[in-house]
């Protein structure tokens, strides 16, 4: 059985349930968005693409839980007339995060992300991204491709955007 199948089996055990209670205690002080040395796990990481090399950075996210519901306006008035209801918001909580991690950090292009743990509050997905920029990244002909394709999160490019826009099953949908 290879590594990355075992790092898989700890993902179930109890204490890696106990780590992770503790590890969300400490992530829920901590700023929406960390900028991290490695991946939480390394398994899913290099799945998506990740490689340990310089011009790769990951990032831990979180977003809120739940329906993104606008809040009620003061004064008598009927719910369908204050935008109450039928307002969806069209992507997935990831790709909204992704967007928001691709926001802050504009020097670098999102490759893909992951999920890794949530409370009752808050859900922490990582989000691999690279520098186009960097001599390692350009000599790599691989992540070239990923790195020069500019906005890809904004485009719906990437593995959850895509989910959002309904590619990836039912009609349309072309295997390659």
Do not use: C
Request: aromatic share 8%; hydrophobic share 30%.
């Amino acid at each position: 059985m290879g590594y990355y199948r075992h790092l898989k089996k700890t993902y179930k055990t109890e204490e890696y349930g106990k780590l992770m209670k503790e590890r969300l205690i400490s992530w829920n002080k901590e700023p929406v968005m960390v900028k991290l040395k490695k991946p939480t796990k390394l398994d899913r990481a290099r799945a998506l693409g990740y490689k340990a090399k310089q011009g790769f950075v990951v990032v831990r996210g979180r977003i809120r839980k739940g329906m993104q519901k606008r809040e009620s306006t003061a004064g008598g008035r009927k719910p369908l007339k204050s935008g109450q209801t039928k307002h969806t918001v069209g992507m997935n909580l990831q790709h909204i995060l992704e967007t928001r991690v691709a926001r802050k950090h504009p020097n670098l292009e999102v490759v893909n992300s992951y999920y890794v743990a949530e409370s009752g509050k808050h859900i922490w997905y990582e989000v691999i991204m690279v520098n186009p920029s960097d001599s390692g990244i350009k000599k790599d002909k691989q992540v070239k491709k990923l790195a020069l394709q500019k906005g890809r999160v904004y485009r719906g490019l990437t593995s959850s955007g895509k989910a959002s826009r309904g590619l990836g099953r039912g009609q349309g949908f072309e295997r390659k």
